[in-house]
């Protein structure tokens, strides 16, 4: 398979005729498709790794498994169909190797992507460099109030609803932590032709999956708050979002230990 585009092999024009199909059969639920391929999730790496052969024209996302900025470009990559052309490599953010900022990434920060011998990183930066590199479908529309609501969602993401949100757990989490869930009810309203937060599947979607997820699952431990509470629209979207078999392979394995980790750091000690 070729990245970019170009001379494809008759496998892959197989498939996009699946994914068309499927497109179609779909379209009533937001228009997502792809193939379901499940990773085998390996050992993360640490301190006594050895690193993989850096800079031999594999194309490798490295990750960590609980990191909601990592699973941004994770869902990106599974959802587009491209498990086999861009190689999962977990680093153990507690104990990493010297290699990976020495070598790979100085920053030595999660997730970054190896690709064409060099290294880029930051989430929202690989989001849509993989959605733009990489053949498969995009999760970008054409259509131009969509793109400049896209634009104005991703900006918010990171700029005001995630730290407000995290911010809020030391505060007043329910009203404060509630004014942006009902930012989310309100976008969630803007189209009528599909779930998502532009009506089709997006990049918005997979911005927002891991931190809406953990939200979800922390905040009713935490507060007793559910965040779908008198949100119908952010209901079905979450029900949606755990339709797709791209989102759930990312999704946290061990919910209790999350829920455990967030009370630690976020609320205050008994």
Same mark, same amino acid.
């Given at each position: 398979m070729v990245v970019g585009g170009g001379g494809r092999s008759y496998l892959r024009e197989l498939v996009d005729w699946t994914l068309e199909k499927k497109k179609k059969d779909d379209k009533a639920r937001g228009g997502v498709w792809g193939l379901s391929v499940q990773d085998l999730l390996l050992p993360s790496l640490d301190s006594t790794s050895q690193p993989p052969s850096l800079f031999d024209g594999t194309t490798r996302l490295y990750i960590n498994y609980?990191?909601?900025?990592?699973?941004?470009?994770?869902?990106?990559?599974?959802?587009? !169909?491209?498990? =086999?052309?861009?190689?999962?490599?977990?680093? =153990?953010?507690?104990?990493?190797? =010297?290699?990976?900022?020495?070598?790979?990434?100085?920053?030595?920060?999660?997730?970054?992507?190896?690709?064409?011998?060099?290294?880029? !990183?930051?989430?929202?930066?690989?989001?849509?460099?993989?959605?733009?590199?990489?053949? !498969?479908?995009?999760?970008?529309? =054409?259509?131009?109030?969509?793109?400049?609501?896209?634009?104005?969602?991703?900006?918010?993401?990171?700029?005001?609803?995630?730290?407000?949100?995290?911010?809020?757990?030391?505060?007043?989490a329910r009203t404060l932590a509630g004014a942006q869930f009902d930012y989310l009810e309100k976008a969630l309203h803007k189209f009528d032709d599909g779930p998502f937060f532009l009506g089709q599947f997006s990049q918005v979607d997979i911005i927002y999956a891991p931190f809406i997820e953990r939200f979800h699952v922390f905040m009713p431990e935490g507060f007793n708050y559910d965040i779908t509470t008198g949100r119908p629209k952010l209901t079905k979207w979450i029900e949606e979002m755990n339709n797709l078999d791209g989102y759930k392979q990312t999704k946290v394995l061990e919910q209790e230990k999350m829920v455990e980790y967030y009370k630690n750091r976020f609320l205050p000690k008994a």
């Open positions: 609980q990191c909601p900025y990592s699973q941004r470009v994770w869902i990106t990559r599974n959802v587009k !169909g491209l498990q =086999d052309m861009i190689k999962l490599v977990p680093i =153990d953010l507690q104990n990493r190797p =010297d290699w990976y900022k020495e070598k790979v990434y100085p920053k030595n920060k999660v997730p970054s992507l190896e690709h064409n011998n060099k290294v880029t !990183g930051e989430s929202l930066v690989l989001v849509k460099y993989v959605d733009c590199n990489f053949e !498969g479908p995009s999760f970008l529309p =054409d259509d131009q109030e969509k793109r400049k609501f896209a634009e104005e969602l991703i900006a918010y993401s990171d700029t005001t609803f995630v730290p407000e949100v995290y911010k809020s757990f030391a505060k007043d």
